[in-house]
């Protein structure tokens, strides 16, 4: 048993170093799911493929995003900068995404 408690204590001590960790590395600009599917769907993009080619995104990420699925409830950088550099990207969703970004700064 004594062999156990210092071995506990080094799992604890490592599980913590990492949530430390991924405390620092967390992208910084979250943005909520939900926000976008909103703004999607009040601007007449009801279907899976029109809301794909209106983000520039694969329909499987934005089923995610229109489902409201993602574990998290937010979309990483790289999904962010794919839905803006996107031409077709809907004014409201791209003001939306915008007005989340400046309040993070």
Do not use: C, F
Not at 30 to 54: F, N, R, T, W
Not at 63 to 76: D, P, Q, R, S
């Amino acid at each position: 048993m004594s062999e156990s408690t210092p071995r506990r204590q080094s799992l604890v001590a490592r599980l913590e170093k990492i949530r430390r960790l991924k405390d620092v590395h967390a992208p910084g600009r979250k943005i909520p799911i939900q926000l976008i599917a909103d703004a999607l769907i009040k601007d007449g993009y009801v279907s899976l493929d029109k809301q794909a080619k209106a983000l520039g995104l694969n329909r499987a990420t934005v089923w995610t995003i229109v489902k409201t699925k993602h574990k998290l409830g937010y979309l990483n950088n790289k999904t962010v900068r794919r839905i803006l550099a996107n031409p077709d990207t809907p004014a409201s969703v791209r003001e939306t995404v915008r007005t989340l970004l400046d309040q993070e700064n």
